[in-house]
């Protein structure tokens, strides 16, 4: 493990960055949602949100994962030294919770077609997702410290 906190947060925003996809693609094949994170990715990337086959949809699971992983080195490096170090987890969901508000009114702001207007089981799926990824990538960001800590 590495000294690094940006090194370290991203490695956790990374790794718990497999919770939203799963979670995400299990509520779209459940009809729990219509919007996945990696449309938002894909429309930024593709110019439209439906992915032509599975290689662009193997990529834009793996950049949202590589965004996910810059998020999480984000939130190790600046964030959370600037909170102190107490209550990970709980800091961890505000931030995953925030990001989510953040990233959601992106496409209203910028009147981005098929992504202006998010129906609420969509909202309430994405925001299961983002309150979970927050929570797991402060987990596993609490245990690559105390691995380096030993």
């Given at each position: 493990?590495?000294?690094?906190?940006?090194?370290?947060?991203?490695?956790?925003?990374?790794?718990?960055?497999?919770?939203?996809?799963?979670?995400?693609?299990?509520?779209?094949?459940?009809?729990?949602?219509?919007?996945?994170?990696?449309?938002?990715?894909?429309?930024?990337i593709?110019?439209?949100?439906?992915?032509?086959?599975?290689?662009?949809?193997?990529?834009?699971?793996?950049?949202?994962?590589?965004?996910?992983?810059?998020?999480?080195?984000?939130?190790?490096?600046?964030?959370?030294?600037?909170?102190?170090?107490?209550?990970?987890?709980?800091?961890?969901?505000?931030?995953?919770?925030?990001?989510?508000?953040?990233?959601?009114?992106?496409?209203?702001?910028?009147?981005?077609?098929?992504?202006?207007?998010?129906?609420?089981?969509?909202?309430?799926?994405?925001?299961?997702?983002?309150s979970?990824?927050?929570?797991?990538?402060?987990?596993?960001?609490?245990?690559?410290?105390?691995?380096?800590?030993?």
């Amino acid at each position: 493990m590495m000294k690094d906190r940006f090194s370290n947060g991203f490695l956790a925003g990374f790794l718990a960055g497999i919770v939203p996809v799963v979670i995400n693609f299990s509520g779209r094949a459940l009809d729990l949602t219509t919007i996945v994170w990696s449309d938002f990715i894909a429309l930024f990337i593709f110019g439209s949100m439906t992915t032509e086959g599975a290689a662009e949809l193997v990529f834009a699971v793996s950049v949202l994962t590589v965004f996910l992983g810059v998020l999480g080195g984000i939130f190790a490096r600046y964030i959370l030294p600037s909170l102190n170090s107490q209550r990970h987890l709980f800091k961890g969901l505000l931030f995953g919770t925030t990001s989510w508000i953040l990233f959601f009114s992106i496409p209203y702001l910028f009147q981005l077609p098929d992504l202006d207007e998010v129906a609420l089981k969509s909202a309430m799926t994405n925001f299961i997702s983002a309150s979970l990824w927050g929570l797991t990538m402060a987990y596993i960001l609490k245990r690559i410290d105390n691995k380096v800590s030993q």
